[in-house]
Nanobody
Framework: QVQLVESGGGLVQAGGSLRLSCAAS????????MGWFRQAPGKERAVVAA???????IYADSVKGRFTISRDNAKNTVYLQMNSLKPEDTAVYYC???????????????????WGQGTQVTVSS
């Protein structure tokens, strides 16, 4: 059984920063790619950033240069550092783990089998 628990969300002013964490348990963490997704009201859940089992990364165009995904395999944790936050970043942010081991960072939510409950990020203007 895989469990993912996000933390670090909250309310921040535009231009501010937040660091999200996702703690994983249940499988060998280092073998699996991880992703951060977000979903705003009325919109489809979409990838923000993802990191492969070998630590290559991808980012949505809207967050490039502002967000950084990283992983600490010794702590079974993936992070999303969010800087220069904008009101458009307001959403529920979800951590996810890929279905298969030794996978790459994927754009598609269907490639991920395990999901956290989400953490709310609200950016005020």
């Amino acid at each position: 059984q895989v469990q993912l628990v996000e933390s670090g969300g909250g309310l921040v002013q535009a231009g501010g920063s937040l660091r999200l964490s996702c703690a994983a348990s249940g499988r060998t963490f280092s073998s699996f790619a991880m992703g951060w997704f977000r979903q705003a009201p009325g919109k489809e859940r979409a990838v923000v950033a993802a990191i492969s089992w070998s630590s290559s990364t991808i980012y949505a165009d809207s967050v490039k240069g502002r967000f950084t995904i990283s992983r600490d395999n010794a702590k079974n944790t993936v992070y999303l550092q969010m800087n220069s936050l904008k009101p458009e970043d307001t959403a529920v942010y979800y951590c996810a783990q890929r279905r298969v081991p030794a996978g790459g960072a994927s754009w598609s939510k269907v490639a991920y089998d395990y999901w956290g409950q989400g953490t709310q990020v609200t950016v005020s203007s």
